[in-house]
């Protein structure tokens, strides 16, 4: 779990002339005109946030291990060779259970979705034809050679995340950027890149947009400025964040929205160690076929521990006794205070206090739609 870091808008910039952001060229088809309400198929930054932050309105199909970068901070450790989708039997269920299912918008990420032709155009279909907003986060690693699948499916997003820091630079070049997010804007798909919160990135970053897309960038695009995750090969490149006092901990987002991996495997939120497979197993649920998944998802959405966390935040739970010792002690992460409460109470997906907890915070009682 990262703090929030200010995330700079276009709307934070000066006014720009509103002209196409490729005057000389066929002009793009904008995603939609500034202050259009949300119900657009097309969304912004800030929609995907509130997505983000409403329980049961989102979830992210971790489509693959596998990524072609190798980025020197990559929270998953993705690599070149990492597993990948195989049983695609498995994987028909998995989407199957997301499209049926409550979330409004589907994530796709990884890994790096691209690396996955097959994979991501099923999906693409699927989440798309059940009516659900797409959004994909992705590299832009492809952008050298952008070919009709690729098209097909940035046409289909409501939304895409291109990511772009120092990391990428050392892997990618600065043209298959620019090349990436000129596609994305052609396909009149609105655009966010992502970079790490640094003065120096975010000037790059603009930079790069500018080039790809002209001085009039900001109609198509928006920067979303986010934290280092202390995860992966990111493990040793963050700084020491400083100890909060478990008491003291407030509601957290990644327990919004869970997380479903292409082999099957149901994280309760979108922590990377939990989607690798650490921490406290009852974060994660292992599902063979739509049914099960499907199962996975109510129960984790219902779940005791897991709704209080989300809306309350663990810090009310220190207040019990059982779990008296940890108001007061300090933390370097939420995710640390939370493995201990789900390891220390018995049967924290129907533990009576902590279901009363969830109904005053605002969460649903379980087995209400």
């Known amino acids: 779990m990262t703090t929030p870091t200010p995330r700079l808008s276009y709307r934070d910039a000066a006014p720009t002339p509103r002209l196409s952001y490729r005057d000389a060229a066929p002009t793009p088809r904008l995603p939609f005109p ?12 800030a929609d995907v946030e509130a997505a983000r932050d409403t329980p049961g309105a989102s979830a992210l199909l971790f489509i693959t291990d596998r990524c072609p970068v190798g980025c020197g901070h990559c929270s998953v450790d993705s690599r070149p060779d990492s597993p990948r989708v195989t049983d695609f039997t498995l994987f028909e269920g998995v989407l199957d259970a997301l499209c049926a299912g409550e979330p409004r918008l589907i994530g796709v990420s990884g890994g790096e979705p691209f690396a996955e032709r097959r994979a991501l155009t099923l999906a693409a279909d699927r989440i798309t034809a059940a009516g659900k907003h797409l959004v994909v986060y992705t590299s832009g690693f492809w952008g050298n050679r952008t070919s009709g699948w690729v098209r097909r499916v940035l046409r289909a997003c409501s939304c895409v995340f291109l990511s772009t820091d120092a990391f990428h630079q050392a892997r990618l070049a600065d ?6 997010a000129r596609a994305i804007a052609d396909e009149g798909t609105p655009l966010v890149v992502q970079v790490v919160d640094d003065q120096d990135a975010v000037d790059r970053a603009v930079g790069l947009l500018e080039q790809a897309l002209g001085p009039c960038w900001p109609e198509a695009a928006e920067l979303n400025r986010v934290g280092l995750l202390p ?13 909060v006092a478990g008491k003291d901990f407030g509601p957290c987002r990644v327990a919004r929205s869970p997380v479903v991996r292409y082999d099957g495997v149901v994280a309760a939120c979108c922590n990377e160690a939990v989607v690798m497979g650490r921490g406290p197993a ?16 109510k129960e984790l959405r219902h779940h005791a521990m897991f709704s ?9 739970i ?11 002690r300090r933390f370097t992460s939420i995710c640390e205070l939370c493995w201990l409460v789900a390891e220390r109470i018995p049967d924290p997906a129907h533990d009576p206090l902590l279901t009363m907890l969830g109904v005053l915070g ?4 379980p087995g209400q739609s």
């Not at 043209?175 to 990436?180: D, Y």
């Not at 599902?287 to 998802?297: I, M, S």
């Not at 605002?362 to 009682?365: D, E, I, M, T």
């Open 282 to 297: 009852e974060f994660r649920r292992t599902c063979g076929d739509a049914p099960e998944t499907a199962e996975a998802l």
């Open 34 to 45: 500034c202050g259009e309400a949300a119900t657009s198929p097309r969304l912004r930054l």
């Open 308 to 316: 209080v966390v989300a809306t309350v935040g663990p810090g009310p």
């Open 318 to 328: 220190t207040a019990d006794p059982r779990l008296a010792d940890l108001a007061d």
């Open 175 to 180: 043209e298959r950027f620019a090349n990436a």
């Open 231 to 243: 995860y992966g090969r990111a493990a040793g490149l963050v700084a020491p964040r400083p100890l």
């Open 362 to 365: 605002g969460a649903r009682r």
